[in-house]
C-alpha cells in the first residue's frame, strides 16, 4: 500500500517562506512522478508543481518564480520551496504521487494522495 504524508504547513506573513515536505512509504519512488496540488476554500484543487523521476519539472504559472520543487528519491522525495507567499497562496496543500514518466498536471492522472497540510498566509 503507498502512503503519502505531507509536514511542513503553517501560518506565515505575506512574503515569507515555507517549505513543504512529502514523505512516501510502501513504494520505491524512483520511478513515480511527485506533484503538489492546492485547494483554497470554495475552489477546486489546482496544479502547483510537478517532477518526474528523471527531474524533470513543470510549474502552474501563478507560482513560476516563486516555488521550487525537489525530489530527493532516497529520503524524502519531495520538498516544495515557497518564497514571496502570497495572500492568495492560502489554501490545503496536497502532496501526490503516480508511477509514470510524465510530470502530469491533471489530479486525475494521481492515484496516491496525502492528507494535505494547511498553509496560511496573513497580511
Known amino acids: 500500500q503507498v502512503q503519502v504524508v505531507e509536514s511542513g504547513g503553517g501560518l506565515v506573513q505575506a512574503g515569507a517562506s515555507l517549505t513543504l515536505s512529502c514523505a512516501a512509504s510502501g513504494r520505491t519512488f524512483s520511478y513515480y512522478a511527485m506533484a503538489w496540488f492546492r485547494q483554497a476554500p470554495g475552489k477546486e484543487r489546482e496544479f502547483v508543481a510537478a517532477?518526474?523521476?528523471?527531474?524533470?519539472?513543470v510549474y502552474a504559472d501563478s507560482v513560476k518564480g516563486r516555488f521550487t520543487i525537489s525530489r530527493d528519491n532516497t529520503k524524502n522525495p519531495v520538498r516544495l520551496q515557497m518564497n514571496s507567499l502570497k495572500l492568495e497562496d492560502t489554501a490545503v496543500y496536497y502532496c501526490a504521487a503516480q508511477r509514470t514518466r510524465l510530470a502530469p498536471t491533471n489530479p486525475e492522472d494521481y492515484d496516491f494522495w496525502g492528507q494535505g497540510t494547511q498553509v496560511t498566509v496573513s497580511s
Open positions: 517532477i518526474s523521476w528523471s527531474g524533470t519539472f
